[in-house]
């Protein structure tokens, strides 16, 4: 990450400290100590971003227990040369079906539903293709520290549509790509699938 924008870095690790703190203390007295590193936290967020205290707070300080990373799930579906993206209605730009794993579902599980509920293709989970660390790859800045799964998968039915999410989809080459949404994916990931696509005994991890 850039340094202009380690403040961020560090906001996040208070943040992962003091939760990890209020998960395990017994003593009132340092429970409140780690409440106030948490809205420290906050406060860093919210004086670099102007944004609302209130609405950081809820977003960034509203879990409970031990922190541990995000995980995003997204589906990789190619047909002949051409790679499955849908348009984001949040942001308008492009990205691979998926989203944030579901509790009680399994990696392969998510990307089918995703896949579902953002196209209106059936799908079939193969292979994982890469596990990646997202402030490796060149994404925005995220208040969140997020593991990325890439999951191959065939479309086995269905019939394209877009979902309460997206509001488009297509499929796309290398060459003819779409303006991606890089909070999602970035062009070196997909430039990555592409050359995946033909097969790989070993799995990309960070």
Known sequence: MEKNTKWLDWAKEIQALSQAGLAYTKDDFDKERFLRLREI???????????????????????????TPKVDVRAVIFKADLLLLVQEKADGKW??????????????????????????????????????????????????????????????GGKAAAGTETKNLGFFSLEDLPDLSEARNTYAQIKFLFQEKNGSDQVYCD
Request: net charge negative.
């Open 41 to 67: 936290s906050c406060e860093i967020i919210a004086g670099y971003t102007e944004a609302d205290f209130s609405k950081v707070k809820k977003l960034f300080a509203g879990e409970s227990g031990y922190q």
């Open 95 to 156: 990205a691979l079906p998926g989203g944030w794993a579901d509790i009680g579902l399994t990696p392969k599980e998510i990307a089918v539903k995703e896949v579902f509920e953002e196209t209106g293709f059936k799908a079939e989970a193969g292979k994982l293709l890469a596990v990646m660390d997202k402030k490796r790859h060149n994404h925005p800045p995220s208040a969140y520290h997020v593991y990325k799964m890439f999951i191959a998968c065939d479309i086995v």
